[in-house]
């Protein structure tokens, strides 16, 4: 990760913070506390069953998209 500062002094303090996260990706953070809880640990989220909120998501989406469907097929038959 390479993100280059700014040659002027003032605007390099000005701008060390946000080199500092959009110079980042996610594997740079490893731990992440919300108001004094810590909510990712070792690069993983505490307290969420992440298959479970895949399965989840699936569900919706099988639903989202039968729903689509049905949308097109009632404006098929209206033409």
Request: hydrophobic share 45%.
């Given at each position: 990760?390479?993100?280059?500062?700014?040659?002027?002094?003032?605007?390099?303090?000005?701008?060390?913070?946000?080199?500092?996260?959009?110079?980042?990706?996610?594997?740079?953070?490893?731990?992440?506390?919300?108001?004094?809880?810590?909510?990712?640990?070792?690069?993983?989220?505490?307290?969420?069953?992440?298959e479970q909120v895949r399965r989840d998501v699936d569900g919706?989406?099988?639903?989202?998209?039968?729903?689509?469907?049905?949308?097109?097929?009632d404006s098929q038959k209206k033409l």
């Open positions: 990760m390479f993100t280059p500062l700014l040659k002027d002094p003032e605007k390099r303090k000005e701008m060390l913070e946000s080199h500092l996260v959009f110079g980042c990706n996610g594997t740079a953070v490893q731990h992440v506390f919300v108001d004094g809880r810590m909510v990712v640990k070792d690069f993983e989220i505490v307290g969420v069953d992440e919706l989406f099988d639903s989202i998209a039968a729903g689509m469907e049905e949308i097109t097929v």
